[in-house]
């Protein structure tokens, strides 16, 4: 039992008279908060449709063998055309089980694996983005809030030097140089531009939750559950992981839920711009190559851009009701 469970819990609880506020009494914040969330019918609708997602990317190759279609296995000359169109399925012809979303004009490509590969690669860049984000912010958050000298300083000075860093620029700036050092070895080129950009978008997304994190230290610091570690002797390093973080559950949840939504719409950008991953399928790439063919096969631009949107507006409505599950201001 930690010290500040042992403050919070006190001394023996009274009997209370009346048997109906034994259950209220007996609830922590996290199961109150999570009774809150599972009563909100928006947010259980928005986690159904991110476990769908979830369940895509990670069953893909099972589910493009169950259609019988092929990631990247087109044949230009016998899924094309003399107009590199192609030769099933829409625009030219209607729905047909062998290509469900239709094949890629000039590369025959199957666009429904491409789906599935795209719903992958977008959710393990954010996924992985995003923890590695946090567990950054949340330790130099700790660090800056609970160092009252130039440890405080240094950090600050970091997150807002990273803060003037302008993201598209530096991402921009540093994959030619990526693509001109491993462009010899193109397997190794696929990996280093997928970890690439796992680290730029981590590297731009830890500031602003350890802002959040340094002010909860600091006002938490002064507590009396810190004071009666530091009377015990309680290392500096249990104080910060033991004491500090369980109290700062809360907004580390609320901060990664509203993350999460940005960085896929981030890896989209990114791979739209040209400075995404290589080598697998993305829907930023396959928006870039359909936005020639909207007139004539609108198809092709909107069913990545489907899945980013619902998607996104999924984690997006999923993470304002995290927020006000964990917020006891809130009244919805």
């Avoid at 109906?20 to 007996?26: C, H, K, M, P, R």
């Amino acid at each position: 039992m930690t010290v500040s469970e042992v403050l919070i819990q006190g001394p023996d609880p009274e009997v209370d008279p009346e048997p109906g506020n034994d259950e209220i009494a007996g609830r922590s914040p996290m199961r109150i908060a999570m009774d809150r969330l599972l009563s909100d019918k928006v947010a259980l609708l928005c986690a159904g449709i991110v476990l769908v997602y979830v369940l895509i990317a990670v069953f893909a190759p099972l589910l493009c063998r169950l259609f019988g279609v092929e990631v990247r296995a087109g044949d230009p000359v016998t899924d094309t055309d003399s107009f590199n169109y192609p030769v099933i399925g829409p625009p030219n012809y209607g729905f047909t089980w062998q290509a469900p979303l239709g094949l890629e004009p000039n590369s025959g490509n199957d666009l429904l694996a491409e789906w599935f590969y795209g719903a992958r690669t977008s959710l393990i860049v954010a996924t992985i983005a995003t923890i590695v984000s946090t567990v950054v912010g949340v330790v130099l958050g700790l660090i800056a809030g609970y160092s009252r000298g130039w440890g405080d300083r240094v950090v600050t000075f970091v997150t807002d030097l990273f803060l003037t860093l302008p993201f598209l620029l530096v991402a921009i700036a540093v994959s030619p140089m990526l693509v001109e050092r491993w462009k010899e070895k193109p397997a190794m080129l696929d990996s280093a531009s997928l970890i690439t950009l796992i680290v730029i978008l981590s590297i731009f997304g830890w500031m602003g939750l350890a802002r959040l994190i340094r002010g909860e230290v600091v006002s938490l610091r002064e507590r009396e559950f810190i004071e009666a570690a530091h009377v015990l002797g309680m290392p500096t390093h249990r104080i910060l992981f033991k004491e500090l973080l369980p109290n700062l559950v809360a907004p580390i949840v609320v901060s990664f839920s509203l993350s999460l939504p940005a960085v896929i719409a981030a890896e989209a950008t990114l791979a739209y711009l040209g400075v995404g991953v290589t080598g697998r399928p993305s829907w930023g790439q396959t928006i870039l190559r359909a936005q020639n063919w909207f007139d004539e096969y609108p198809l092709f631009l909107y069913a990545p851009i489907v899945g980013i949107v619902v998607l996104v507006f999924a984690l997006n409505l999923l993470g304002d009701a995290i927020r006000d599950a964990f917020d006891p201001k809130s009244f919805r």
